[in-house]
């Protein structure tokens, strides 16, 4: 496992929660990072991205909801998530590639380098 990610957890409707996904220097360094959620009986499904020069890129469920922000002196790469809604109840996984289409064009097909996941719940 290359990239690890933190803080998930139970939080009510309406709360927030933010995550963190460290990576190694090499890999960070290269990377577009992206967030990716599953949830049971689901596809994996972007959440967002952000490029090495801090460019976004939101999935339109999160869009308002959501921000995507990278810390290039820590290699880590945080989601933080308001207004949290049961939907939004998932495990939660950190990516890495060097494209940005492959990271935020929503094909898992290419990306190979992923964390071991973090779960959230929202209840209602």
């Known amino acids: 496992v290359q990239l690890v990610e933190s803080g998930g957890g139970l939080v009510q409707a309406g709360g927030s929660l933010r995550l963190s996904c460290a990576a190694p220097g090499s890999i960070f360094s290269i990377s577009v990072m992206g967030w990716y959620r599953q949830a049971p009986g689901k596809q994996r499904e972007l959440v967002a991205g952000?490029?090495?020069?801090?460019?976004?890129n939101y999935a339109h469920s999160v869009k308002g909801r959501c921000t995507i922000s990278r810390d290039n002196a820590k290699n880590t790469v945080y989601l933080q998530m308001n207004s949290l809604k049961p939907e939004d109840t998932a495990v939660y996984y950190c990516?890495?590639?060097?494209?940005?289409?492959?990271?935020?064009?929503?094909?898992?097909?290419?990306?190979?380098?992923w964390g071991q996941g973090t779960l959230v719940t929202v209840s209602s």
């Open positions: 952000v490029s090495r020069t801090g460019r976004t």
């Open positions: 990516a890495a590639d060097p494209n940005w289409f492959t990271v935020v064009g929503g094909s898992l097909r290419n990306l190979e380098v």
